[in-house]
T-cell receptor, first 115, second 113 residues
Framework: GAVVSQHPSRVICKSGTSVKIECRSLDFQATTMFWYRQFPKQSLMLMATSNEGSKATYEQGVEKDKFLINHASLTLSTLTVTSAHPEDSSFYIC???????????FGEGSRLTVL | GESVGLHLPTLSVQEGDNSIINCAYSNSASDYFIWYKQESGKGPQFIIDIRSNMDKRQGQRVTVLLNKTVKHLSLQIAATQPGDSAVYFCAEDTLGGGFKTIFGAGTRLFVKA
């Protein structure tokens, strides 16, 4: 199977700071990557779809100025949580697929704690 | 964002028994469905998938059943093992500016030794 790597796996930051999370497809080119958010004991909530070379498509209710997504290459997408607050504390998971449909390959997730 | 953000129901089974996990999906136009397994603190792992032109697909110890009439998916795990303990999510691919995968509510499976 394909490998998707996320970094960092855990991050703790102070309220008001910005945090960047990287998502890399290690052995395939990912035209499309997805960012999910997961609160404890809940399902994964799709935040945005990231397309290489174009602006991300955000789901309803997700603030694009708060969660900046950049997909600069076919193997890297980044999520920046700007001016983080405690309510942004969550598990952020990226995923990627080779084509336009079909199996998603997930990263291991990044746990963000905002103090 | 789209999701069913419910607190997770739990299924507890004895080791060696068969497990059946159910899921209702939302979009009758979805044509690809996936079951994922998520262990604590990790990203989801693919288990098995099925396209809408099928009603059953079998893998190793796992079977997925699709009932499009009532928009229902089930995952059957044969001879459940302690290593199967995890949260299981169904997901559907829905077209909205390119296919995106929407997760349903998960089910926590506990396997008692």
């Amino acid at each position: 199977g394909a490998v998707v790597s996320q970094h960092p796996s855990r991050v703790i930051c102070k309220s008001g700071t910005s945090v960047k999370i990287e998502c890399r497809s290690l052995d395939f080119q990912a035209t499309t990557m997805f960012w999910y958010r997961q609160f404890p004991k809940q399902s994964l909530m799709l935040m945005a779809t990231s397309n290489e070379g174009s602006k991300a498509t955000y789901e309803q209710g997700v603030e694009k100025d708060k969660f900046l997504i950049n997909h600069a290459s076919l193997t890297l997408s980044t999520l920046t949580v700007t001016s983080a607050h405690p309510e942004d504390s969550s598990f952020y998971i990226c995923s990627a697929r080779r084509g336009t449909a079909g199996e998603l390959f997930f990263g291991e997730g990044s746990r963000l704690t905002v103090l | 964002g789209e999701s069913v953000g419910l607190h997770l129901p739990t299924l507890s089974v004895q080791e060696g028994d068969n497990s059946i996990i159910n899921c209702a999906y939302s979009n009758s136009a979805s044509d690809y469905f996936i079951w994922y397994k998520q262990e604590s603190g990790k990203g989801p792992q693919f288990i098995i998938d099925i396209r809408s032109n099928m009603d059953k697909r079998q893998g190793q110890r796992v079977t997925v059943l699709l009932n499009k009439t009532v928009k229902h998916l089930s995952l059957q795990i044969a001879a459940t093992q302690p290593g199967d303990s995890a949260v299981y999510f169904c997901a559907e691919d829905t077209l909205g500016g390119g296919f995106k995968t929407i997760f349903g509510a998960g089910t926590r499976l506990f396997v008692k030794a």
